[in-house]
């Protein structure tokens, strides 16, 4: 027979929160306490800290590693955001990024998977019928969010180069609008694909750019309130390889247009500001570009540019 207490929802500062209706089953209060510190910084608030640190046992352990990673998360953060205060250039913020990021990865990751590996524990053991099995379900997905925030940093800050390959650009497109079609099936938003039968191979990473369609088409997603259309068009442009996203969504003001490839910048409450620095990046390793046009209203057009042939794989052919 399941003895645990019934738990009930609180509001605390605004964030939903569980709670044990007595005092009486601890261990679950400190998930309930781990679960609303973890939604809170994976909404960016990095002051939070639990107060289950100060206990002598496992339990107390797991509340110093959530501590220390929080506040080297909030050190990284104001370092980031100091150099980007200091205007470096591109390439030095970059390469500093690089080195913060690498910390950044053994300093929270470590912890990180010690947080995972005591909710495991403590999921296995809570009856089958608890109702705390919820909460720790909902730990183990921000911790997910946590680690593919972190990754997504990490290949922004220390990207791989491109292992390029001549091949065909409308199948690696149209896997990445097939995976987005996927996700908004029962949203009004229809995605339409133009591809060009007569492209010749392109040479690029395809699994790069199938990452820089994906944060393209995500953006498109998410800036569509209620119905809209999303044209993805492959095409032949001056030589090179094109490939237009254009959608009906909200659009962006011009004030705001210049920063929406710096690192960091969003303007959503859960975004990481990296998809479109990172599809930047991967464009500019494929000796490529990314444009943007918008409209506050219409809706947002990006143009990818990729040249058919990379000049190392060129020279090394000649
Ligand atoms: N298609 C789009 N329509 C409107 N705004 C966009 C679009 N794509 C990007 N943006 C703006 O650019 C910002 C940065 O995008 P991105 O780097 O992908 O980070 P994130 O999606 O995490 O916010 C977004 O927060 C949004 O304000
Ligand atoms: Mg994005």
Redesign the pocket.
Known sequence: MDICPPLILLQENGYKVLAATNGGDDLRLVMVELQGKIVRVGEGDLDVTVGFANRNDEIGDLGRNFNHMVQQLCESREEVERLHRAQMSRAQCLATLGELATGLAHEIRNPLAGIAGVIEIVGRDLPVTSPARAVVKDVRLEIAQIDHILTDLLQTARPRLPEVRPSDLNTTVEHAAMLVRQQVLSRPIRIELQKDPNLPTVEHDSGQIHQVLL??L???V??IDGAGVIRVEISLLNGDAAIT?V?T????APE?LPN??RPF????TN?????????RQIAEEHHGRIEVT?KVGK??R?LVVLPLQQATAQGAAS
């Open positions: 944060n393209l995500l953006n498109a998410q800036a996203v959608d969504g909200r659009g962006i705001h929406i490839f910048y969003t303007t959503k975004g990481t500001g990296l998809g479109l620095s990172l599809a918008s809706g947002t990006f």
